[in-house]
Each structure stands twice: as structure tokens, then as C-alpha cells.
């Protein structure tokens, strides 16, 4: 099974201010509302770890994620294994984020593809309670480029 999500969000800001956002690994809880804690560096050679809530019991909580593309100011590319014990093939994402410069600004790029076994039960989770796509994440991320205090959702 396979799904995708994605959509764009224009924003007041250069490039460079975008990337320094999305490369700020430790800030993205103060802007992803999934997260509960975020560490390590975007680069070549880098790691990176989400925290996510407890959950789904063969899902695990903190996920390291294998770096895959960085393009400074463009584009940024990464890929997780939420299955227990890193288990391929019961749910793995792979995340697209892509800076493009429109009119006074830029235009922010986000993507997620998803693959597995579990894909039917969580689309369908997402699905009966009616999460928008992305849900409050695109606006956050935003308000956070542009240095608006953000509000993380209770």
C-alpha cells in the first residue's frame, strides 16, 4: 500500500530564512504539532531524531531519520521507519520539503509518501476523524519563518 500527501504554503520570507527554519532541527516540536522532541543536524552525513507521542503499540516513539537530499535554500529530503525494531515494510514515510522563490517571497513545498502494511489502518484513522491534510502544520511552519509567535496547539 502506498498514499501521499502534499501541499504548499506561500510565505513573506527569502529562501535562506526558510532553510535556516527547516535545518533548526531542535525547533521543529514549536512548529510540528506530531512531534514531542527533535535532535541532531539536516546534512550530509548528519542523523536526526523525531519523538513522536506513544501510540500505535507496534509503532515506535522515536524514529531516527535517514537523511536523503540536502540542497541548501531548495531542498530538503528524509525518510522514516516507524515499525518497531525498524522493521521495513509495515510503515515508512519519506518527507520532501522544497523552497521556491515566488513573487516576494517563497513558496513552500510538503510532501509526504507513506508505504506499508499499516497504511490502511492509519489513512483510515486519518480519514474517520477528519484531518485535513497537513492539519495545523503548514500555518505553524509558516508563522515560524516569518517570526510570528506561534501558538502549538493543545
Not at 78 to 89: I, S, V
Request: positive net charge; charged residues 20%; aromatic residues 8%.
Amino acid at each position: 500500500m502506498t498514499g501521499q500527501l502534499r501541499t504548499s504554503i506561500d510565505v513573506g520570507a527569502t529562501p535562506e530564512r526558510a532553510w535556516q527554519v527547516l535545518t533548526d532541527v531542535a525547533a521543529y516540536p514549536l512548529w510540528a504539532p506530531a512531534l514531542t522532541g527533535a535532535a541532531g543536524a539536516f546534512a550530509d552525513g548528519g542523523r536526526v531524531t523525531f519523538r513522536f507521542p506513544p501510540g500505535f503499540l507496534l509503532l515506535r516513539s522515536t524514529v531516527p531519520a535517514r537523511v536523503m537530499e540536502v540542497i541548501p535554500c531548495r531542498r530538503l529530503r528524509f525518510g522514516l521507519r516507524f515499525a518497531r525494531l525498524g522493521m521495513p515494510g509495515l510503515l515508512d514515510t519519506e518527507h520532501t520539503l522544497t523552497i521556491d522563490p515566488h513573487d516576494d517571497g517563497v513558496r513552500l513545498w510538503l510532501e509526504i509518501r507513506f508505504r506499508g502494511l499499516l497504511l490502511p489502518i492509519m489513512m483510515g484513522k486519518l480519514n474517520r476523524d477528519r484531518v485535513p491534510t497537513f492539519g495545523t502544520l503548514p500555518a505553524a511552519l509558516k508563522a515560524r519563518i516569518e517570526d510570528v509567535p506561534a501558538t502549538r496547539p493543545g
